[in-house]
């Protein structure tokens, strides 16, 4: 017996060792992969790749300093045992993104078939579906329905600037500014998107904060979901990892369905919110639906969550690095509040509609440098569909991710003289739009649908913050950003401090 023993633990030895064996030949061959083909690349670490900086420091810090170690048009990266291209140049990122989109149609991020909501959103799903649900939900950012819904944006805005004065200036309190204007941007999706007024800013229950804390809290684990679900995605498929936390589907579930049933119930409908559309939608996908295609029910949840967290996560993200960077540089500040308080002197009214806030062209222009130099996703990521001829050195083969790091070009000298600094005028003249330069929205078809939207909801704000107070600094010019999120966040948040004027 003890033979048998011995001979069976002999076996597992060495079946451990060959595997291992076969392990390191397969990771020293994929590791050499852009080594062989003669392509620059960034060092990777076994198992790992390029991905060692996980939960210590952030992927927006990685693209940022990318740039300066490999200052070329592209670079080799390995994502975990994966190896993907990474383009740093505003050229061969206009072939990618829009001249030969053919080639690259789809994003690399993925859930798998257990998340739905995660895999089914119009940010991640793929083609064919995901042609048919821009071409549907286009209409919900018509210039028409934008005028309707800014009229709301100066709602809640006004009762921002109520709120800073209440519980900040009032009570000589320091605001944490991302939980501030996730506030303001909850408050005004709950409209958008469910019909409902409510106003947590007016301290009001609102049945939307709860899942808005859940979808913009970066905690470790929601941390290395992400990172798997953006750049493992196969583990995030194995591992059933979720796009959005379970209290969050759940809570847009339960909401979605239950105001979807009294409309029915009481022959109601309200046009200018999303979820008529999307009923709507979801009578033809059902119309035109195939053996093999997703639930529609599935299809419309998805957009709904998607849209709560793209209104809510990037626009306070923006409004808080603005109002930081502005407390930094008075100068600014000033030409700011002149701009604004002039419009509304000669409108005679404090609040500015849709078009008088398109006119404000400076507080356009420090809105666009605060994007610039503060890109909530610092790149944008394509997979290849088929052999692809990139230059005369290479070709992309099918099935590689390609990455565009945005803050390689965002931060080049070439189109942005002294890039470190921030200088609004800069896209107060024409800039060279021959190549795709600015990239905080993407670029080509999957440009983000929610463009104007998201930029109205910041103006508003930032229009009556300015015309009603001074910032001034609190924190340091340089901050940390959150080593557990996948898109920029600040380390601790950000805060100002409000000057009634």
Same mark, same amino acid.
């Given at each position: ?352 509609? %849709?078009? !008088?806030? @398109?006119?404000? $062209? ?5 809105? +666009?440098? =605060?994007?610039?130099?503060?890109? /909530? *996703?610092? %790149?944008? !990521?394509? @997979?290849?569909? $088929? ?5 005369? +050195?290479? =070709?992309?083969?099918?099935?590689? /991710? *390609? ?99």
């Amino acid at each position: 017996a003890s033979e048998i023993v011995w001979l069976l633990i002999r076996s597992l030895i060495g079946v451990l060792i060959g595997s291992f064996i076969i392990l390191c030949l397969y990771l020293r061959k994929t590791y050499n992969y852009w080594k062989d083909r003669g392509i620059l690349y960034d060092k990777p670490i076994p198992i790992f790749g390029n991905l060692g900086f996980i939960m210590r420091r952030s992927i927006w810090d990685y693209c940022y300093e990318l740039r300066k170690r490999h200052p070329s048009d592209y670079v080799g990266i390995f994502l975990a045992w994966n190896p993907v291209l990474m383009v740093q140049s505003p050229e061969l990122a206009k072939n990618i993104l829009i001249k030969d989109f053919e080639y690259f149609p789809n994003r690399y991020l993925y859930s798998g078939y257990s998340d739905p909501l995660g895999t089914l959103n119009l940010f991640t799903v793929r083609n064919p579906l995901w042609k048919k649900l821009r071409y549907e939900l286009s209409p919900m950012f018509t210039s028409l329905r934008l005028r309707k819904i800014t009229e709301l944006m100066n709602i809640n805005a006004t009762e921002l600037v109520k709120k800073i004065k209440r519980d900040y200036v009032e009570k000589n309190n320091v605001a944490n500014l991302k939980e501030l204007f996730s506030m303001y941007t909850s408050d005004t999706v709950a409209y958008n998107v469910f019909g409902i007024r409510v106003s947590i800013l007016n301290d009001k229950p609102s049945p939307l904060w709860y899942i808005t804390r859940h979808m913009v809290q970066w905690t470790f684990w929601r941390g290395l979901e992400f990172t798997m679900i953006f750049f493992v995605p196969i583990m995030a498929a194995i591992l059933r990892f979720k796009f959005f936390s379970a209290p969050a589907t759940d809570y847009v579930k339960n909401i979605f369905w239950d105001i979807a049933k009294h409309r029915k119930e009481d022959d109601t409908k309200n046009e200018n919110d999303f979820i008529n559309i999307l009923l709507k939608l979801k009578k033809k996908l059902n119309d035109s639906a195939e053996p093999d295609s997703p639930p529609a029910d599935d299809v419309i949840l998805a957009q709904a969550a998607v849209f709560i967290l793209g209104s809510i996560e990037t626009s306070s993200t923006t409004i808080s690095f603005f109002l930081h960077e502005i407390a930094h540089h008075p100068e600014v500040q000033e030409k700011l509040y002149n701009e604004i308080s002039e419009a509304v002197s000669r409108k005679g009214r404090d609040v500015l509609d %849709y078009n !008088e806030l @398109l006119e404000l $062209k400076y507080l356009a222009a420090c809105v +666009n440098e =605060t994007l610039r130099m503060h890109a /909530p *996703v610092p %790149y944008l !990521e394509r @997979l290849c569909a $088929k052999d692809y001829k990139l230059d005369d +050195n290479l =070709t992309i083969e099918t099935g590689t /991710p *390609v990455f565009i790091n945005v803050l390689a070009i965002h931060y080049n000298e070439k189109y942005y003289p002294e890039p470190e600094k921030f200088r609004p005028e800069r896209f107060m003249t024409e800039i060279d739009t021959t190549n795709p330069v600015f990239l905080t929205f993407g670029e080509g078809p999957r440009f983000c649908i929610g463009k104007r939207y998201g930029m109205m909801q910041v103006k508003a704000s930032l229009a009556q913050l300015i015309l009603h107070y001074k910032i001034e600094s609190v924190l340091p010019y340089t901050v940390k950003t959150d080593p557990y999120a996948v898109i920029l966040a600040p380390e601790g948040g950000l805060s100002v401090n409000f000057v009634p004027r």
